[in-house]
């Protein structure tokens, strides 16, 4: 059983495009912080190396793991997905939400935060939909849980959204 830890304030999610730089961003990441381990373009034997490789940088450096999609039962900090597939993982729940509904599936799966996206137009989802601040923020002051604004993502647009945290795939890369 993991202990259970604060939610971070800064999420750094792995992803084909930043893998190259994952170790340079990490060791720039706030103690505290956390980084999502998906990895979804890695055959198993090849992504389960990657992920031990980085867990030991990130425990040296004070950085959350949490795991995502088949990694569940890895040795890690937490799982990050969507509210139904968060299962009863322990540790933090990270889960995903694009919509009240969705924001409402997290409380129910209990989840630790929830990760509210897309912010912003984002490279992972060229040409899609967007909330937008405003809307993303009409959002978030009706969840109870900590709010994580995910999508497009910078420190600077961070700084401009008065919610709990903030996550990127590229804005930490």
Known sequence: MHRCHPVPRVILL????????????????PR???????????????????????????????????TAGAARGWPADGH???PQALG??????????????EIGAAVRARASAV??????????????????PLRFLLLARHSPLPVIALGGMTRTR??????WGWAAIDGLA
């Open 115 to 132: 990760l509210l996206s897309p912010v912003f137009s984002t490279r992972t989802h060229p040409g899609a939909p967007v909330l937008g």
């Open 32 to 66: 505290g912080s956390a980084m999502v381990f998906r990895h979804y373009h890695m055959p198993p034997p090849a992504r389960r190396a990657r992920f031990d490789a980085l867990r030991r940088l990130c425990a040296r450096r004070g950085i959350l793991v949490i």
């Open 88 to 101: 009863r993982t322990a540790g933090l729940r990270l889960a995903t939400a694009h919509s009240l509904a």
């Open 80 to 82: 990050y997905g969507a």
């Open 158 to 163: 961070a700084a401009r959204l008065p919610v």
């Open 14 to 29: 792995s992803d084909l495009r930043n893998d190259h730089r994952l170790e340079a961003v990490i060791a720039r990441l």
